[in-house]
């Protein structure tokens, strides 16, 4: 499985922005896919995460109401669209594949993609 991510840029807080991420491979519809993201000096944590086939999905409570997960499998992609952004979003953000579930777990990804920053000025 590949995973390309993009979308990423300068917003201000308040602002919006949609992530993308193409997804290629054979047999990817069996897996499971989440967005990630990485702060300067902090760990990886968990956005986002859909079912390839089923569709749910799963946020973590700190972008609940905020983020938006989807993905469209005509055209193999996934997409994480972020309305009233903060300054604490700010951070690389990595599209993963699983073959687990939808889960919020780093170690349960198997593919990441390369990352996309955002940067969302206070």
């Known amino acids: 499985v590949q995973l390309q991510a993009s979308g990423g840029g300068l917003v201000r807080a308040g602002g919006s922005l949609r992530l993308s991420c193409a997804v290629s491979?054979?047999?990817?519809?069996?897996?499971?896919m989440g967005w990630f993201r990485q702060a300067p000096g902090k760990e990886r944590e968990f956005v986002a995460a859909?079912?390839?086939?089923?569709?749910?999905?799963h946020y973590a409570d700190s972008v609940k109401g905020r983020f938006t997960i989807s993905r469209d499998t005509a055209s193999n992609m996934l997409y994480l669209q972020m309305n009233s952004l903060k300054h604490e979003d700010t951070a690389i953000y990595y599209c993963a594949a699983s073959r687990v579930g939808v889960s919020a777990v780093v170690a349960r990804y198997d593919y990441w993609g390369q990352g996309t920053l955002v940067t969302v000025s206070s």
């Open positions: 859909i079912s390839w086939t089923t569709g749910h999905i």
């Open positions: 491979g054979r047999s990817f519809a069996n897996y499971n």
